[in-house]
């Protein structure tokens, strides 16, 4: 009997009857797409370009010349296979093929910067092993050789001396 007066229904009336649609009004599809299409293209967009703006190598000429101040010299294309040691001498005295052409290049650019100088010593030095030291070191000296000038290729790492495996 409490719980019938407890629970007795109000004096209430309807004034006006509601309107709208029978759909909900949120969340729109169309919305919901536009924003996952936005995301889905913005997303890996902006990884690619963090990615690359994070990136250091150095691929060419072109990702030097406003970011050193030193002169260029010239540019060795890549030999062989990535990250495989080929220990071979490229230059040979007769050949024109695009490797000899560029170590003809880099021997003329730095003919040229020590041109005057009594400074007759090359240093080639790097952070990470396997980044071609020798490999230009003595390509570099076989191309002053050709040309008649006196070489003495040192290697200086008395751990992992690599020069005179280039034969």
């Given at each position: 009997n409490e719980l019938s007066q407890a629970?007795?229904?109000?004096?209430?009336?309807?004034?006006?009857?509601?309107?709208?649609s029978d759909s909900p009004s949120s969340?729109?599809?169309?919305?919901?797409l536009l924003v996952a299409l936005f995301l889905g293209l913005a997303i890996?967009?902006?990884i690619l370009y963090v990615m690359q703006m994070l990136n250091t190598k150095i691929r060419g000429r072109k990702d030097l010349e406003d970011k050193v101040t030193m002169p260029f010299l010239g540019e060795i294309p890549?030999?062989?296979?990535?990250?495989?040691?080929?220990?071979?001498?490229?230059?040979k005295e007769k050949s024109r093929d695009y490797i000899n052409e560029a170590f003809r290049v880099l021997r003329t650019n730095v003919e040229f910067m020590m041109r005057g100088d009594d400074s007759k010593?090359?240093?080639?030095?790097?952070?990470?092993?396997?980044?071609?030291?020798?490999?230009?070191?003595a390509n570099l000296a076989m191309v002053l050789a050709i040309k008649g000038k006196k070489v003495l290729a040192v290697d200086c790492d008395l751990r992992h001396g690599s020069l005179s495996?280039?034969?």
């Open positions: 629970f007795t229904a109000y004096n209430s009336r309807v004034i006006t009857p509601p309107y709208g969340p729109s599809k169309s919305k919901i890996p967009f902006g890549q030999y062989g296979k990535k990250g495989e040691k080929t220990g071979v001498v490229v230059n010593v090359i240093a080639m030095t790097s952070f990470n092993p396997g980044s071609g030291k020798s490999f230009i070191a495996n280039y034969a």
